[in-house]
T-cell receptor
């Protein structure tokens, strides 16, 4: 069974801090990686995707991929209370998801 | 407005009573899929379709059927629902080969008594 693992949290950070979310995957052949944000009671929305090793930045979000170690992470800089949500990691063409990490940003 | 719609949004039913959850997208996407979301288990793919008349099983297909007769529609059918199918269901669509274009529908919360 190909697996995607995330810490369920909750992860709590103060407003303005950096939130770091991690995801590991078991299939060494995986090629595409996605981070979704899901607010309570809402559907997931894509916030970042990364295909190559290294960092990819988009505003306050940075995705980091290390295929050798089979992990992908999401950094949120200058965290805001509006970032409080569950963050889902997804891997590959048919989108195998992790269980998600719940993030709370405290004012 | 680009969107994926699902109906109904909420459904309470009884064991064994056949039901259909509809999904429709207006983005001309080739790829559509169904997921269920359960606490602690995340999103799990039930079925996917890469084009009209082409469907395939995801990770948890047991107890579900799908059809893709038109590009825009991808209904999920539970022919004999059981309580373990109580869940939150999401339909999604995207361009084939471009996972970053994926949109999710608003979700259907199903309770099977």
């Amino acid at each position: 069974q190909k697996e995607v693992e995330q810490n369920s949290g909750p992860l709590s950070v103060p407003e303005g801090a950096i939130a770091s979310l991690n995801c590991t995957y078991s299939d060494r052949g995986s090629q595409s990686f996605f981070w979704y944000r899901q607010y309570s009671g809402k559907s997931p929305e894509l916030i970042m995707f990364i295909y190559s090793n290294g960092d990819k930045e988009d505003g306050r979000f940075t995705a980091q991929l290390n295929k050798a170690s089979q992990y992908v992470s999401l950094l949120i800089r200058d965290s805001q209370p509006s970032d409080s949500a569950t963050y889902l990691c997804a891997v590959d063409n048919h989108m195998r998801f992790g269980a998600g990490t719940r993030l709370t940003v405290k004012p | 407005e680009a969107q994926v719609t699902q109906n109904p949004r909420y459904l309470i039913t009884v064991t064994g009573k056949k039901l259909t959850v509809t999904c429709s997208q207006n983005m001309n996407h080739e790829y559509m899929s169904w997921y269920r979301q359960d606490p602690g288990l995340g999103l799990r793919q039930i079925y996917y379709s890469m084009n009209v008349e082409v469907t395939d099983k995801g990770d948890v297909p047991e107890g579900y059927k799908v059809s893709r007769k038109e590009k825009r529609n991808f209904p999920l059918i539970l022919e004999s629902p059981s309580p373990n199918q109580t869940s939150l269901y999401f339909c999604a669509s995207r361009d084939r080969g471009r996972q970053e274009t994926q949109y999710f529908g608003p979700g259907t919360r199903l309770l099977v008594l």
